[in-house]
Nanobody, 126 residues
Framework: VQLQASGGGLVQAGGSLRLSCAAS????????MGWFRQAPGKEREFVAA????????YYADSVKGRFTISRGNAKNTVLLQMNSLKPEDTAVYYC????????????????????WGKGTQVTVSS
């Protein structure tokens, strides 16, 4: 499975961006796709995830109410709509996927995701 993330860029605080992640290659029916981010000098952190079967969504507290993860219209695509962006949202954003339908408590951990895309830079200016 290959993951391709796009949509990053430079935006002012309070603005919006939409990230897209397209999966290609072998598809799997029961899977979870997620977004993580890593700021300079910080560890990679969970942002959001979506369960493909059933559509359950999960968010980090820091983005809840501002970010929305969803399935795109294109097949095997997941979107991350980011509104009310803050300078602290500045990071490289990575999409990730796993074919295993993990329980919720596992979804916040990057080690359960086995497929990763190259990151896309999001920069929020103050």
């Amino acid at each position: 499975v290959q993951l391709q993330a796009s949509g990053g860029g430079l935006v002012q605080a309070g603005g919006s961006l939409r990230l897209s992640c397209a999966a290609s290659g072998h598809t799997f029916s029961s899977r979870i796709m997620g977004w993580f981010r890593q700021a300079p000098g910080k560890e990679r952190e969970f942002v959001a995830a979506i369960r493909w079967s059933g559509g359950g969504t999960y968010y980090a507290d820091s983005v809840k109410g501002r970010f929305t993860i969803s399935r795109g219209n294109a097949k095997n695509t997941v979107l991350l709509q980011m509104n009310s962006l803050k300078p602290e949202d500045t990071a490289v954003y990575y999409c990730a996927a796993t074919p295993t339908n993990y329980a919720v408590s596992y979804l916040y951990t990057d080690t359960v995701y086995i497929y990763w895309g190259k990151g896309t830079q999001v920069t929020v200016s103050s």
